[in-house]
């Protein structure tokens, strides 16, 4: 009984310990701006009823999705073009790790100037935050193919197209949702700093906002609720992932 | 005196390979006749997985050629399959689509494949292991799969580099035993890599010794008494005593 439901249990245990100690900060307390748990989670729920979270939710979700979108498709197909060929390699990898170490805050004015403060910056701002690691994980991966396989593939008369879709894309594919999981989680770092560096709209705007009101039970609820919000889709990433692959993970855990 | 004009399946001229500065294989000549059973014996690193892997076109000579059919190798061809010394298994496929692999890549349909894969899992003693995955597999195992997937395709010339080598000797043994069969009931051309000397002169129509790099063919041995005698006698036939003692004579110098 308890064996078959560990997981979850030990999971309730961590969240409890995480929630417990916040309450215990918020009561001793650290700081006069970190309010109890209890208080956030008051605050969360009246958000909640008068829908402010929803219409935020709407209007946060919308750049991080298509940002998240167009990361994982053109990211992998990049990284896979980059993976296989040495010239677009050289050409395109220097990009992505100057995206990836760029300072993201020094580019949003850039960003704003060309692009407006519309929907179309934000995306950007979460392409930039996301598509670097998939990028790159998807490169790394391809380029790690065991040549022994490949070998085998041309031995036994397989076409270039066969030799990707079926050896190099699934031996690369556990690393590629590794990088999958770091990018969405990087989108969701870029969406809110998209809301919070450009115009204060969605999740970003109720944390803005509850701030210059000395609402703080409100802006850690936004906050916490991102995070949670995060964890859940990530969740959802990883039974994808499970389900697709079921043969592969446990292979290459023991091997 | 062999009398019987035997066809080469594989005929193997003046090839030259370097790797770098590393001189692997030097002028090298040798043909494989139709049918037969060649090995190709020598220590490690002596070239012998190039060559294999020239012949089976995985890999340009530096000049020469090679001759399958009399037809000049320029690439893979679907008269030749190769079992590769590290299995070369796909981790994340089942026994029975790493062994119905080739004929997928050859467009053959599933249902048609599987059922020549089923037909070649049971001849090498897999069954039951069909939905297995290979690191569920012992290493004898999983070259029995690699040897599973060569046999498929239905290939002409079967080049196996030293396919017992992960196995314990008990296994090995029956393997050896095994492959005599094959050869006996397939009419392929086999080209088996080893460094064992008693395995080569065991399986063997004819075997290459191989010098250390850069390599060359320096004897041919063709065993004749024993070749049709029951597999168990062959270890104790003074023919096989002889040649295993010769051949190691002419390979000691070169051992430190
Ligand atoms: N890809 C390679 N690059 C450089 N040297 C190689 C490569 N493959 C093999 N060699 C060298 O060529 C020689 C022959 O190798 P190989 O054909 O694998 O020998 P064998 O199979 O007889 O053990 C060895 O000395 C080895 O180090
Ligand atoms: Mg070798």
Request: aromatic residues 10%.
């Amino acid at each position: 009984m308890f064996a078959r439901h560990r997981a979850v249990i030990l999971k309730l245990c961590s969240a409890l310990l995480v929630f417990g100690a916040w309450e215990i900060a918020g009561r001793i307390p650290v700081s006069f701006a970190f309010p109890t748990f209890i208080e956030s989670l008051a605050a969360f729920w009246a958000l909640i009823v008068d829908g402010t979270m929803f219409t935020a939710y709407v209007e946060t979700l919308r750049p991080l999705v298509v940002g998240v979108l167009i990361s994982a498709f053109l990211g992998i197909g990049i990284g896979l073009w980059t993976g296989l060929s040495r010239a677009f390699d050289w050409l395109v990898s220097p990009i992505f790790v100057v995206m990836q170490t760029a300072p993201l805050a020094a580019l949003i004015p850039l960003l704003v100037m060309v692009y407006g403060i519309g929907l179309t910056s934000k995306v950007f701002v979460v392409c930039i935050m996301a598509m670097p690691v998939i990028v790159l994980n998807t490169a790394g991966a391809v380029r790690n193919t065991p040549a022994a396989l490949i070998e085998m593939g041309n031995a036994f008369l397989g076409t270039r197209r066969d030799i990707i879709l079926k050896i190099i894309l699934p031996s690369a594919s556990p690393i590629i949702f590794a990088g999958l999981r770091l990018g969405v989680s990087a989108g969701f770092i870029g969406a809110i700093l998209a809301e919070l560096k450009i115009t204060p709209t969605g999740v970003g705007d109720i944390i803005s906002y509850s701030r210059s009101i000395a609402d703080y039970p409100s802006m850690y609820a936004a906050i916490a609720s991102i995070i949670v919000l995060a964890v859940l889709f990530l969740n959802l990433l990883e039974r994808l992932e499970g389900f697709l692959f079921m043969g592969t993970r446990k292979t290459l855990v023991s091997d | 005196m062999d009398t019987t004009i035997t066809e080469n399946a594989v005929a193997v001229r003046n090839v030259y390979k370097n790797y770098g500065d590393v001189e692997a294989l030097r002028d090298l000549s040798l043909d494989f006749p139709k049918g037969q059973l060649t090995s190709l014996l020598g220590p490690s690193g002596c070239g012998k997985t190039t060559l294999l892997k020239i012949i089976a076109g995985l890999l340009p000579a530096d000049s020469g050629e090679v001759l399958v059919n009399g037809k000049p190798v320029t690439g893979p061809g679907p008269d030749r399959a190769f079992v590769f010394q590290d299995f070369a298994l796909m981790p994340w496929a089942s026994t029975i689509r790493n062994v119905a692999f080739g004929l997928e890549l050859r467009g053959v349909a599933k249902s048609e494949r599987e059922a020549v894969a089923e037909k070649y899992i049971a001849a090498v003693g897999l069954t039951g292991f069909e939905n297995s995955y290979p690191h569920e597999l012992s290493g004898g195992m999983r070259q029995r799969v690699g040897l599973a997937r060569a046999l498929s395709v239905n290939a002409e010339v079967l080049l196996m580099d030293e396919p017992f080598s992960a196995v314990d000797e008990q296994t090995r043994r029956k393997f050896q035993e095994d492959l005599l069969g094959l050869v006996q009931n397939e009419n392929k051309t086999f080209l088996f890599v080893t460094h064992s000397i008693e395995e080569a002169v065991y399986v063997s129509n004819q075997v290459a010794i191989l010098l250390p790099r850069p390599s060359r063919v320096s004897e041919i041995i063709r065993p004749r008494g024993f070749r049709n005698k029951d597999v168990d006698s062959i270890r104790r036939d003074p023919e096989y005593l002889d040649l295993v003692d010769k051949i190691w004579a002419s390979l000691k110098s070169y051992v430190e």
